[in-house]
């Protein structure tokens, strides 16, 4: 089956099955690395993107019903400003996410900032709690996120 695709803002057109979930098209076909196709039932959290502007579970997601729609991954934000000013609160706190949950949480953080400009308790818990994974404690990620609002914010430590 054809898919056509707007993965960050380019359009694609991709050959693939008819029934390929999102993830494994965008991680194992696009080659899409900050995709992982991990639990395929959504519940970890490791291949959380965005499908206009709303985060999803691409392992749960056919890609069939991504067509035509913004998909946005972590490569598409990694040079951008906002991207630096989130992962300076995760090195405030020394917070070293893994390279499975990273692209994730950063950007569920990032989709937070963008439409409220200030992460409450509960959007900090709603990122935690969004993707499974204990690379990190929960207090030490509530504390990263909540610097990582403020240096997206422009503030200053």
Do not use: W
Not at 37 to 44: E, R
Not at 143 to 153: G, K, M, Q, R, V
């Amino acid at each position: 089956m054809k898919f056509n695709l707007i993965i960050n803002g380019k359009e694609v057109e991709i050959d693939a099955p008819a029934n390929i979930r999102l993830s494994v098209l965008l991680s194992e076909i696009l080659n899409r690395k900050s995709v992982k196709h991990n639990c395929g039932s959504g519940q970890c959290g490791f291949c959380l993107i965005l499908i206009d502007d709303k985060p999803i579970y691409s392992c749960i997601y056919p890609a069939s019903i991504a067509q035509n729609k913004r998909i946005t991954t972590l490569e598409s934000i990694t040079q951008k400003s906002e991207y630096l000013n989130i992962t300076k609160g995760f090195q405030l706190a020394e917070v070293e996410l893994c390279p499975n949950c990273a692209p994730a949480r950063i950007l569920l953080t990032l989709n937070h900032l963008e439409r409220n400009r200030e992460l409450t308790g509960e959007m900090i818990d709603n990122i935690i709690e969004s993707v499974t994974c204990d690379c990190t404690d929960t207090k030490a990620l509530k504390e990263a996120l909540y610097l990582s609002s403020n240096f997206y914010e422009g503030g200053h430590f």
